[in-house]
């Protein structure tokens, strides 16, 4: 077991890191790990942590901006996993409180189970990309005179915030909320998250130089966090795609496994039948499973099970990838209405009425949107995080850069730069260091 991954994680633990502070710790120590984004047109592009939480900080200016402050709950409608992935860690460095669940556009059925999880948070803003907003909107409105509905391009364009929320760790870290008969919301502490991570990345033996991949959208419920949040704490690189990418052409995933010789996967019952089918129909070709270690699914059909292992088996499938990845998901995964269950503690939110009682901020609406945030009321004020450099914790041999590389401080990401950055050439490679030659540069000449 490496010691990057899981001990890391315990001493995170061990210090009372909240989670934002253990996801900034893990962008200084995991440099050159990241995400790898997968849109529906099958483009790729590479996103380091580094500039996944600089990307955050912007987006966590304009979410302040709006006159959110900690504690506030933000109702995530996002199918874009660079949107989701940067809206959820906004709201985790300031404190705010995200509500992963599913979306809620496109249907009858979907627009009330949205609007049942909707009216528990009457104080609640919600962040949804940009072609969702204005049905969204529609929905929303005539249930709640103020409503407060925000366009995801709305929020990067502002400066890196200077200050994150230092949480305590019994603070609720996040909530993940979903809908059978009746809605269902589970609240996790810091604490409580860290822990999972913790016997996740135990169970899994997770190491910093695995490198994942997922069927499911970084906004699945079940996948938050024993997926997203185990693997960027470990230290690895994760490839995830958009909502509903691989639903067209299921075999495009194994491809993906292929290609980035992904050590761990997850992928759903009903993906694992589409797999199948999609093999026999365009054969087994030249797929590469030999990579994958662990299958996460949450298949309880032991014919499909057989299938699926006997088939890929000829692509390189070790014959206990799944049977141990179901193992794991049947112990670790977190609840999600129907599917991936799991025995994780949770802690009980409080009823709607409390939180309907809730004293309100006063604030006065400007006249045009607010970009610099130069009049936000001390009420959205934000606590400074504390350092996490050596001397401020119990383990010295953990080194925590506080300040990031230079480039991600003094740059912005811009669009076109980011996006141009190919994936294989980044997984698992470590951000250049200058060379120290020992040999002062000459003094530049005196002018007469």
């Known amino acids: 077991m490496n010691l990057l991954a899981q001990d890391k994680i315990a001493r995170y633990l061990e210090n009372r890191l909240s989670l934002g502070g253990a996801v900034s710790a893990a962008a200084n120590a995991g440099l050159g790990k990241g995400l790898v984004h997968v849109a529906h047109n099958g483009m790729e592009w590479f996103e ?17 901006c709006e006159r959110l402050r900690p504690a506030d709950h933000v109702l995530l409608q996002l199918d874009q996993s660079d949107e989701f992935a940067g809206v959820f860690h906004a709201s985790i460095l300031g404190g705010l409180v995200p509500v992963v669940l599913p979306l809620g556009t496109g249907d009858d059925t979907a627009h009330g189970d949205f609007l049942s999880i909707y009216e528990h948070y009457p104080s609640g803003v919600v962040v949804c990309s940009d072609a969702m907003a204005d049905e969204l909107r ?13 366009n995801y391009s709305s929020l990067p364009d502002h400066p890196v915030t200077s200050t994150c929320h230092s949480a305590d760790q019994d603070e609720i870290a996040l909530i993940l909320a979903g809908y059978t008969e009746k809605p269902e919301l589970k609240a996790y502490s810091h604490r409580d998250v860290l822990s999972h991570v913790h016997r996740v990345a135990r169970a899994s033996e ?6 994942s991949i997922s069927s499911l959208p970084l906004s699945h419920t079940s996948g938050i966090i024993p997926l997203h949040l185990a693997h960027m704490l470990c230290g690895m690189t994760q490839v995830v795609a958009n909502t509903n990418v691989y639903d067209d052409q299921p075999e495009n995933f194994l491809e993906k496994v292929r290609k980035h010789e ?4 997850a992928c759903p019952t009903s993906e694992l039948r589409d797999l199948i089918q999609a ?11 030999s990579s994958l270690r662990l299958l996460y699914s949450d298949l309880e059909d032991d014919l499909v099970r057989d299938q699926f292992t006997e088939f890929f088996g000829d692509a390189g ?8 990845g179901l ?10 209405p129907g599917s991936w269950e799991s025995a994780m503690p949770t802690m009980q939110l409080p009823p709607a009425e409390e939180e309907i009682a809730r004293p309100e901020v006063e604030k006065e609406s400007p006249a045009e949107p607010v970009r610099e945030c130069e009049d936000v009321p001390s009420a959205v004020t934000l606590e400074p995080e504390p350092e996490f450099t050596p001397e401020s914790t119990a383990e010295p041999e953990l080194e925590l850069d506080p300040d990031p590389a230079p480039d991600f401080v ?39």
Do not use: K
Request: with cysteine; proline share 10%; hydrophobic share 40%.
């Open 327 to 336: 193992q794991i998901v049947a112990e670790f995964f977190p609840a999600s």
């Open 48 to 64: 380091s942590y580094h500039q996944l939480l600089y990307r955050a900080r912007q987006i966590l200016t304009g979410l302040i």
């Open 410 to 448: 003094t740059e912005p990401i811009e669009g076109p730069d980011f996006i141009a950055m190919p994936a294989d050439e980044y997984i698992g490679t470590p951000v250049p260091e200058e060379e120290e030659t020992g040999v002062e540069p000459e003094p530049a000449p005196e002018t007469p």
């Open 206 to 211: 997770l190491l910093d130089e695995n490198v």
């Open 279 to 289: 093999g026999r129909e365009i054969g087994i070709g030249d797929w590469d499973l």
């Open 262 to 265: 992904a050590n761990i996967a």
């Open 138 to 150: 529609a929905l929303c409105e005539p249930t709640r005179e103020a409503a407060r509905i925000l």
């Open 317 to 324: 499938l070790s014959s206990d990838a799944l049977t141990s």
